[in-house]
């Protein structure tokens, strides 16, 4: 008796109950689709998340230069390029990558260094790859920046007198004799390839990796609410 009630009140139309509104199927077809519980918990996390990047630690608008060098900012990309002239007889160009390493304690480091290590959290390591071309000329350094020193690993001669075809490796700048390390130092020092570059790099990169992680969360948000 109950399904045959039911059956019936399934088949009545519209009309059929006095008083009801009628509703056609095409507005049935324009009410939007409910967004789904993940999506909804997915959307309250990226927005705290990018509610406290934004309040509580910004990133501050990056510099565009450093002493001598124009610092060309690469929205997107994971490095950055900086330019000098020097003496108006040289043109410096420095690659500097977002950080891609860290330095940890040896296998040989005490306990009690660490627990220092991990206290002060990790040293961490940026590549740099510094260009100087002089008329026909060009050297190339292939450098370590920490954040309170500067490391040069190898040097190469890219164009000019000494070039070789295809060696891109360069000399190992450990095997080099101390009176040609000194001569290295100084060449970049001169230019302003230094522990004070190596500082301004890290706190730079630190800014930029806060603006494009910022930018990363505001374009997944964008895409989850469509």
Same mark, same amino acid.
């Given at each position: 008796m109950a399904r045959a009630l039911l059956r019936r009140a399934l088949s009545l139309t519209p009309a059929a109950w006095p008083?009801?509104?009628?509703f056609s199927s095409s507005a049935t077809a324009a009410v939007a689709p409910l967004r789904s519980p993940f999506?909804?918990?997915?959307?309250?996390?990226?927005?705290?998340?990018?509610?406290?990047?934004?309040?509580?630690?910004?990133?501050?608008r990056p510099p565009t230069s450093f002493k $001598?060098?124009?610092?060309? &900012?690469?929205?997107?990309?994971?490095? *950055?390029? #900086? @330019?000098? %002239?020097h003496r108006g007889a040289e043109e410096i160009k420095i690659d500097a990558t977002l950080f891609d390493g860290a330095a940890e304690p040896g296998p040989d480091a005490s306990l009690f260094h660490r627990v220092e290590a991990l206290e002060?959290?990790?040293?961490?390591?940026?590549?740099?790859?510094?260009?100087?071309?002089?008329?026909?000329?060009?050297?190339?350094?292939?450098c $370590?920046?920490?954040?309170? &020193?500067?490391?040069?690993?190898?040097? *190469?001669? #890219? @164009?000019? %007198?000494?070039?070789?075809?295809?060696?891109?490796?360069?000399?190992?700048?450990?095997?080099?004799?101390?009176?040609?390390?000194?001569?290295?130092?100084?060449?970049?020092?001169?230019?302003?390839?230094?522990?004070?570059?190596?500082?301004?790099l890290h706190d730079y990169v630190a800014n930029k990796e806060k603006m494009e992680l910022l930018q990363w969360?505001?374009?997944v948000e964008s895409f989850v609410e469509k």
């Open positions: 008083g009801l509104p009628a999506n909804d918990h997915l959307l309250r996390l990226l927005r705290s998340e990018i509610s406290y990047i934004s309040d509580r630690r910004p990133p501050n $001598s060098f124009a610092v060309e &900012d690469r929205p997107g990309e994971q490095w *950055v390029r #900086l @330019r000098a %002239a002060q959290g990790p040293r961490l390591h940026l590549s740099l790859i510094v260009e100087v071309a002089r008329a026909d000329r060009v050297l190339g350094f292939i $370590s920046a920490w954040p309170d &020193d500067l490391a040069v690993r190898h040097v *190469v001669t #890219l @164009r000019g %007198a000494g070039a070789a075809a295809g060696d891109r490796s360069g000399r190992d700048f450990a095997k080099l004799e101390p009176a040609e390390r000194e001569a290295v130092k100084k060449f970049l020092q001169e230019r302003e390839v230094d522990a004070e570059l190596a500082e301004f969360l505001k374009t």
